[in-house]
C-alpha cells in the first residue's frame, strides 16, 4: 500500500513538473520563441533597451556539415552516445569544479542545454535542476537524437539578440549556415561557452587559442584533413583517430574575467511555446 502511494506520488510530482512544457508538439513543429529569448525580451524593457531578436529557422540538411561537426565536438562530443546525461563530463566538472572553490566549468549535455534554453529560466534552485533533469530524460526519450540536435543549433544564443546558426551566420559571416567554412564554424563553435562575452571573429588569444584546439579536434576525429603543424623546424601531422570524437573532453578555463553565460523554411510547421517561469 505504501509503495503504491509513493508511485501514485511519485507520478504525480512528475505530472506537475512536465505539464506545462508540451515536449510532443516539438516532434513535428517549430518553437517561435524560447524562455531565454522571452528573459532578454524583459532584461531589454528593464533597460528602456530596444531588442529585435532573430532566429532564422534552418533543417538540419541545410547546416553546414562542419558546423555540425564544430558544435557536437565543442559542446557534446559524445551526444550520440548517452541518454542525456554524460557522467563522464559531469564528473570532471565536479572536480574543477572542487579544485578551483567555485563554479568554473559545467558538464551539460547539448540536451540539458536545450532544455534550460527551451523551457527554464537560469535562475539556480533545486527545483529549477530537478526540473532541467526531467526535461531532459522527456526530451531523449520523446525526439530522435537529430531531432535534438536541429532544435538546439536553431534556438541556441550567439550574441545579443541573435538565436540559432543561421542568424548567427548571417550577422557574422553574411552567409547562410550551409555555406560556412570549416573555419567559420569553428569560430561560431568557439563562443557558447559565453555567446554574449565573446565574439566569433574576435582576435584575442584566448579565443584564437580555442579556435585552433577545436580545429585540431576536428582534424584527429576525421572531419578535417589533419593540418601541418612545425615543432622545433620539422613538419608532422596530427594522426587521424576514429575514436577522438568519444573522447573525453578536458574542459577549458575561462579567463577570470569572463563567466559562462547561464544550446529555407521550415520542414515543420511552427508553434508557439509558452515558456515556464520558474
Not at 112 to 134: M, Y
Amino acid at each position: 500500500m505504501i509503495c503504491r502511494l509513493c508511485q501514485l506520488a511519485l507520478f504525480g510530482f512528475l505530472v506537475y513538473l512536465l505539464w506545462p512544457y508540451n515536449v510532443l508538439q516539438l516532434k513535428r513543429r517549430n518553437p517561435r520563441t524560447t524562455s531565454l529569448i522571452e528573459l532578454r525580451k524583459q532584461e531589454a524593457r528593464r533597460k528602456h533597451a530596444p531588442f529585435h531578436p532573430q532566429m532564422i529557422w534552418k533543417n538540419l540538411g541545410e547546416i553546414s556539415p562542419d558546423m555540425i561537426h564544430a558544435i557536437l565536438l565543442a559542446e557534446d562530443d559524445r551526444f550520440y552516445v548517452h541518454h542525456g546525461f554524460d557522467m563522464e563530463q559531469i564528473g570532471i566538472a565536479f572536480q574543477r569544479n572542487w579544485q578551483k572553490k567555485r563554479y568554473v566549468y559545467g558538464g551539460s549535455t547539448i540536451t540539458q542545454q536545450l532544455a534550460r534554453t527551451l523551457f527554464l529560466r537560469p535562475r539556480k534552485s533545486i527545483i529549477r535542476k530537478i526540473k532541467e533533469a526531467v526535461l531532459t530524460v522527456y526530451l531523449e526519450a520523446t525526439l530522435p537524437k537529430k531531432r535534438i540536435l536541429e532544435l538546439y543549433l536553431n534556438v541556441a544564443e550567439w550574441g545579443t539578440g541573435i538565436f540559432g546558426v543561421q542568424a548567427a551566420s548571417q550577422a557574422y559571416f553574411h552567409k547562410d549556415a550551409l555555406d560556412l567554412t570549416a573555419d567559420e564554424a569553428v569560430a561560431l563553435a568557439s563562443v557558447l561557452p559565453s555567446p554574449r562575452r565573446w565574439s566569433p571573429i574576435s582576435e584575442k588569444a584566448f579565443m584564437a587559442r580555442r579556435r585552433t584546439q577545436l580545429l585540431e579536434r576536428m582534424a584527429k576525429a576525421g572531419y578535417l584533413p589533419p593540418p601541418a603543424y612545425f615543432l622545433d623546424g620539422e613538419s608532422t601531422t596530427i594522426p587521424f583517430d576514429p575514436n577522438a570524437l568519444f573522447a573525453p573532453q578536458e574542459p577549458e578555463q575561462i579567463p577570470e574575467q569572463t563567466q559562462p553565460d547561464a544550446p529555407a523554411e521550415p520542414s515543420h510547421p511552427d508553434v508557439t511555446i509558452d515558456p515556464a517561469n520558474p
